[in-house]
């Protein structure tokens, strides 16, 4: 079984560029997350959908960062216009649960690595 | 005050040796607990879950204090592929919350 992927492994953009990430998850995961390793800094988390719509954002730093769940299939995170604060790696993950409360095992997908010069 | 808390090394230990990493949480209302490990330029991988009773699997034994918010991890006769970073994770609800990681490295 295929695990999380996304799209591109590396993205290198000048400041007030526009980039847009991808994240497949595990087929039949309707939770997806997004979170954020900035560089000396621990992974944060970003935002999590179930299935298209948005369970929890509270971690979007600012309105420069959209995400999208169409479908409740893949996801994008695009950000616009890009900051060089927004340098960092970016996860992505899936779980299978969607009922209550109930911690299923988050699978993390390899990361973006994006550069904003 | 950050939501999790770890020394972050570098530990350095010869092959054989037993290491122990610690890790406290600031939210008295987590929920879950776990050690994840994450390769260089690699993703988080989930290592063990964290039950209050303690919990052994293999070489690793992982142990939550609920009351002191203090969770630790213990490798035993580490391996040279024990070395990366352990990441302890706390969550609340869906989110999982980040220490920044103690990274291991085991020398031959």
């Known amino acids: 079984e295929a695990g999380v992927t996304q799209f591109p492994s590396h993205s290198v953009i000048e400041k007030g560029q526009t980039v847009t990430l991808r994240c497949d998850p595990i087929?039949?995961?309707?939770?997806l997350y997004w979170y954020r390793r900035v560089m000396g800094k621990e992974i944060k988390f970003l935002l999590h959908?179930?299935?298209?719509?948005?369970?929890?954002e509270s971690g979007m730093p600012n309105n420069r960062f959209l995400a999208e769940r169409t479908g409740g299939t893949y996801s994008t995170l695009k950000v616009q216009p890009a900051e060089l604060e927004d340098s960092g790696v970016y996860f992505c993950?899936?779980?299978?649960?969607?009922?209550?409360?109930?911690?299923?095992?988050?699978?993390f997908g390899p990361g973006t690595r994006l550069t904003v010069l | 005050r950050k939501e999790v808390e770890q020394d972050p090394g570098p530990f350095n230990v010869p092959e054989g040796a037993t290491v122990a990493f610690n890790c406290t949480y600031s939210?008295?209302?987590?929920?879950?607990f776990f050690w994840y490990r994450q390769d260089c330029r690699k993703e988080p991988k989930l290592l063990m879950s964290?039950?209050?009773s303690g919990n052994e699997d293999g070489r690793f034994t992982a142990q939550l204090n609920r009351a002191s918010q203090y969770i630790s991890l213990l490798i035993r006769d580490s391996k040279l592929s024990d070395s990366a970073t352990y990441l302890c994770?706390?969550?609340?609800?869906?989110?999982?919350?980040f220490g920044k990681g103690t990274s291991l490295l085991v020398t031959p």
């Open positions: 993950a899936s779980s299978g649960t969607s009922g209550g409360y109930s911690y299923n095992e988050q699978f």
């Open positions: 087929s039949g995961h309707d939770n």
């Open positions: 959908f179930v299935k298209e719509s948005k369970q929890d």
């Open positions: 939210n008295s209302a987590s929920q879950s």
């Open positions: 964290v039950y209050s």
């Open positions: 994770v706390v969550n609340s609800g869906y989110a999982l919350n």
